[in-house]
């Protein structure tokens, strides 16, 4: 078996071969291996797709190739039309509708390296990673929902290995601007239809509160009651609701808490693959023994413990956190004396430690803040004072930046409070941007729910502080009224890597960055540590757009 790769494969081939072999798959594995699911018949892609692959057949009627369609998955869902010679052919080569075609499954071909790359691939003959697959000629393209801009499949029109021909390439292109083309009609005439419901619900209704999720998740139009009521980072959990209506075209009835703690009974109806979201304005008196939607601020709940023991207290997290802030709120009504370690060049080591047992004496709390810039002597000092009993509260960077000495003396604190940064508390963004606007404007503004959305797939690398700094400045500029995305200031109206991904994507993308931080950007640990394989990371890494 030959498993060399021919020298006259270009890079986007030879790295789809690392890849391949990265994830495990191997060239002599059989394809039956994998499993085969069913499709669906009756897919937006397909329907876009069927007219366009029949004239692409009638084309090709004369020549050995044949068009294989994969949806956004890169599960086949159509083989075109062909003869039961090729059918049989393409069964025991393992091309069989229902079975996916990536890189870690079955190595590189002319679907698995376009779904990788996102652009046209050529795989000739022994280019093929697998060995079942090096009797095909092929060329592969990625088909791009024109409206969403999500991938929604990738064609590949295939044939015998030695009949290449370097004109097909730009006619399995046309092929796929014009698949493109229908999904984008199919769009516009399923959107039309939308429209046409939601007036005809809206009439029917009245009071009630009317939402619309398009196909996508994305909320297409809402009534003014349903603004008032469900906000951005209720859409997401409302899209879950929404997808088994969509797929079973029943009505549905959902008890719903929203996240400003509203209970509300929403009806779900599909209507072309869309879902109106309908509800009176009536709130359910929760039941005692059900959980409130939001569970306790663990925050808080640590703040209340240290404070009712006076527990020396040490307060960690990233720049702009909200670390001082949280530790003033520590000392609750009593009084505290803030120093930092920043000062101590200024004060000397003596008059500096003279502030720190004059604010640690009596019933206030001493808060000292940038202790990661104090020496050993000094640490060892405030070390003392802890362990004598005094009431402190220390400020500083995550624990795991932390020196041993530091370190050290943060574990004498009875009580610690570890600040997530801002990007690792999406589903907080909104709510905490609202309150911003409420104290900056009170309360004569409001974030409509896309830019609430744009505010939280942001990254805020400056965390609380840049968020409270951009919704300051908003509210310079409206101080009443609807604040929309286009009044965010503009480098914040697009989201950098996270702008247009779906909640179920933002959420991987979150926890593949938590996975390389924690084991310091080595991939292959942070595979090992998320239990997938080092080719999937790879794949996800490039789909999510995560920099390296």
């Not at 009609?185 to 029917?204: T, V």
């Not at 009521?229 to 079973?248: F, N, T």
């Not at 004569?444 to 502080?465: C, I, K």
């Amino acid at each position: 078996m030959t498993v060399e790769l021919p020298d006259t494969a270009d890079d986007d081939i030879r790295s789809s071969w690392e890849r391949s072999w990265l994830s495990g798959v191997r060239p002599d594995l059989s394809l039956e291996r994998l499993d085969a699911v069913e499709i669906d018949r009756q897919s937006r892609l397909l329907q876009a797709a069927l007219p366009v692959l029949d004239r692409v057949a009638d084309a090709l009627a004369e020549t050995s190739y044949f068009t294989v369609l994969a949806d956004n998955a890169a599960r086949i869902v159509h083989r075109g039309r062909i003869t039961h010679r090729t059918e049989d052919v393409l069964d025991h080569t393992g091309v069989v509708l229902g079975r996916q075609f990536t890189e870690d499954s079955t190595g590189t071909n002319a679907i698995a390296a376009p779904f990788e790359l996102r652009r046209g691939v050529a795989v000739h003959g022994n280019e093929h990673f697998a060995q079942s697959l090096r009797v095909y000629s092929c060329y592969g393209c990625p088909i791009i929902n024109p409206v969403t801009r999500r991938l929604e499949g990738v064609l590949d029109l295939a044939g015998r290995a030695g009949e290449e021909n370097p004109l097909f390439g730009p006619f399995l292109r046309q092929a796929v601007v014009d698949i493109e083309r229908a999904l984008l009609a199919d769009s516009r005439d399923a959107g039309r239809r939308l429209l046409h419901a939601f007036d005809a619900a809206a009439s029917r209704r009245g009071d009630r509160a009317l939402l619309a999720l398009g196909t996508d998740g994305e909320v297409v139009v809402a009534n003014r009651t349903a603004l008032d009521h469900l906000d951005a980072d209720d859409h997401s959990r409302l899209q879950e609701l929404a997808d088994p209506v969509r797929r079973s075209g029943l009505r549905r009835e959902v008890r719903f808490g929203t996240a400003r703690g509203l209970d509300l009974q929403l009806t779900f109806d599909a209507t072309d693959g869309h879902v109106l979201i309908s509800f009176r304005p009536v709130y359910l008196r929760r039941r005692s023994s059900e959980a409130p939607s939001h569970p306790v601020d663990p925050v808080a709940r640590e703040l209340e413990r240290c404070r009712d023991h006076r527990l020396a207290t040490v307060v960690a997290g990233d720049p702009g956190t909200g670390r001082s802030h949280t530790a003033h709120r520590l000392a609750g009504p009593a009084p505290a004396v803030t120093l930092s370690g920043a000062d101590v060049h200024l004060r000397g080591r003596a008059g500096w430690l003279d502030d720190v047992r004059r604010a640690a004496t009596g019933e206030g709390l001493a808060v000292i803040e940038d202790f990661d810039l104090l020496d050993d002597h000094l640490l060892r000092a405030i070390g003392e004072r802890i362990a004598n009993g005094a009431w402190i509260a220390l400020t500083g960077p995550p624990m795991d930046v932390l020196g041993p000495e530091h370190r050290y003396l943060a574990f004498r604190c009875l009580g610690r409070i570890e600040l997530s940064p801002l990007r690792e508390r999406r589903p907080e963004i909104p709510a905490l941007a609202r309150q911003m606007l409420t104290e900056a404007t009170g309360g004569s503004a409001r974030f409509t729910p896309p830019a609430l959305a744009r505010l939280a797939e942001l990254d805020w690398p400056g965390n609380l502080r840049e968020l409270h700094h951009v919704v300051r400045t908003v509210a310079g500029r409206r101080s009443a009224g609807d604040i929309l995305l286009a009044d965010l200031p503009a480098e914040y109206r697009t989201g950098p890597e996270l702008a247009g991904l779906s909640p179920w994507d933002r959420s991987e993308h979150d926890a593949i960055v938590a996975a390389l931080k924690r084991n310091h950007g080595n991939k292959v640990a942070a595979a090992r540590d998320l239990g997938i394989s080092r080719g999937t990371l790879y794949n996800r890494l490039r789909s999510l757009r995560i920099a390296t």
